[in-house]
């Protein structure tokens, strides 16, 4: 059980709540700032003497008609309605998941307005497993993920698609399966719904939370290849790495020494005095990646322990102020960033991978023993080649472009959301790279026996070996690949 509340909400938190399938509840905290909030709103709304942006009025560039009382709750709904507008791939269930988490979060500080039957009828259906089709494209980043975020809404007002117990159904259907009644939406309560970053964010963390993974699979693959290839240890003693001391890559040189420590290939006589880059410049290049990651990371957990919608409530202030902190800018830099580093993560195993299939350092070519009949191991390094070259086309920062929008008062934008769903393309494309590595690295190892690498490594490739052969001819190579990429899904090891 997790309760919603002020405290600091980290990532790995996140990924307890959504590993163990915890269960939300309000905490008393966030009912009561919920409660005041919209108690307070509904107080101003019986004296106004002006217009307030979104609550009275139209909006975006709209934002200077004035709406009669009487219509405030079917602006509201009319809101959610005309704005679920999102087209394209649908929205994997965990990151819906997590857009649901992440809007209650968002909702619970009390600063929004919203009604407390709102924010917990979110909870149920995160904790009903309740999802809604959410389509990827169709959020500039900017004033919120509009789009997006209108789809995620609908089912509140018994409108839009859920996935339900495996199924895609009407929500209505689903709402009278539970005894639900739709939302009445009062005024503010559509734009904070659709107003926020939950649609970026929860990609981000998807995003974050994987590259954290496979950037230790990273070093762990990148060790077995450097056995395999009968690389050298020097690059990674510590002396160096004091003499240029990125975190990342003190913590790289420390990781390969700890990993290797044991091996009998590490340790014999070189006949070659240096690697090529790809091995050498590990430390440098790991490292770089780690350190933006957690960079990243801290950036993300910033915006998802923020209110991001706007207009923005304080009851005790007295005061409704229009603003922007649903702009996507803050985090769509980061994760164009972040794009940037997981692709050269991918990169850098790709050339380890050619260098191992290259027939050197008494490797057969293509890791078979009869290369020429065989092709052995020629093709999942082209696939490779293939997945890092899409990569750097998609690496191309979302966030240095900005189309006007709205009659131009809405004339910048983050395009954030783009930066967020081609993010976990590169990161599920890195997956896969990963996996062709490890495939060919514990493959060259064998051409090395009776010498071992270390007891560790050997425990990973023994396991390894329960799920991917070691190929003597050519074989059918897709189901071989599939099964070393769902490999590194397996966190015992790190």
């Not at 008393?28 to 979104?54: Q, T």
């Not at 209108?150 to 009278?176: C, F, M, Q, T």
């Not at 999942?380 to 086309?393: E, F, L």
């Not at 990161?427 to 190892?445: F, K, P, R, S, W």
């Amino acid at each position: 059980m997790h309760s919603i509340s002020s405290a600091h909400l980290s990532l790995e938190r996140i990924k307890e709540i959504l590993d163990n399938k915890e269960q939300l509840v309000l905490s008393e905290e966030s009912v009561k700032a919920i409660v005041k909030c919209r108690e307070y709103l509904d107080r101003k709304m019986e004296d106004l003497d002006r217009p307030i942006y979104g609550i009275t009025t139209g909006f975006g560039s709209l934002y200077n008609v004035t709406i009669p009382k009487e219509d405030l709750s079917q602006l509201q709904h009319n809101l959610v309605m005309s704005h679920a507008c999102g087209t394209g791939e649908t929205v994997r269930p965990e990151i819906v998941k997590l857009m649901l988490f992440l809007k209650v979060q968002n909702l619970s500080y009390g600063h929004s307005g919203v009604q407390l039957c709102t924010v917990q009828r979110l909870v149920d259906m995160f904790n009903n497993d309740i999802l809604p089709v959410v389509y990827q494209q169709g959020s500039l980043g900017a004033s919120g993920d509009l789009a997006p975020l209108a789809h995620l809404s609908l089912p509140l007002i018994g409108l839009g698609e859920v996935l339900y117990k495996g199924e895609v159904r009407p929500a209505a259907d689903v709402w009278k399966e539970m005894g639900w009644e739709p939302i009445k939406l009062q005024s503010k309560e559509g734009l904070a719904l659709l107003n926020g970053t939950q649609f970026m964010s929860a990609h981000a963390i998807w995003s974050i939370l994987k590259s954290m993974r496979l950037s230790r699979w990273a070093d762990i693959i990148g060790a077995i290849s450097l056995d395999a290839y009968d690389g050298r240890i020097e690059p990674f003693l510590p002396l160096t790495h004091q003499l240029r001391p990125h975190t990342g890559q003190i913590l790289t040189g420390e990781k390969f020494m700890k990993v290797l420590e044991g091996s009998q290939l590490i340790g014999r006589p070189k006949q070659h005095v240096q690697d090529p880059y790809s091995f050498r410049c590990i430390p440098q290049v790991h490292g770089a990646v780690k350190d933006n990651i957690m960079y990243v990371k801290s950036v993300i957990e910033n915006e998802i322990n923020s209110a991001t919608d706007n207009p923005n409530i304080f009851p005790d202030e007295d005061m409704v102020i229009s603003a922007g902190n649903f702009h996507g800018e803050p985090i769509a830099i980061p994760m164009d960033s972040l794009a940037i580093a997981m692709s050269e993560l991918a990169s850098i195993s790709e050339r380890r991978t050619f260098q191992l299939i290259d027939g050197v350092r008494g490797l057969p070519k293509y890791l078979v023993a009869a290369p020429g009949l065989n092709s052995g191991f020629m093709i999942p390094q082209y696939t490779a080649a293939s997945i890092v070259s899409q990569n750097k086309g998609l690496c191309w920062p979302a966030s240095c472009d900005s189309i006007p929008s709205s009659q131009g008062q809405e004339d910048h934008v983050s395009m954030g959301s783009n930066s967020a769903t081609k993010l976990v393309r590169i990161v599920d494309n890195v997956e896969t790279v990963l996996g062709i590595e490890l495939m060919n690295a514990v493959q060259a190892l064998e051409f090395r026996r009776p010498l071992r690498t270390s007891p560790y490594l050997e425990g990973i490739i023994a396991d390894y070996r329960k799920v991917v052969p070691f190929i003597d001819t050519d074989t059918y190579m897709h189901p071989l690949i599939e099964k070393s990429v769902k490999f590194l899904r397996n966190e015992s090891y790190l």
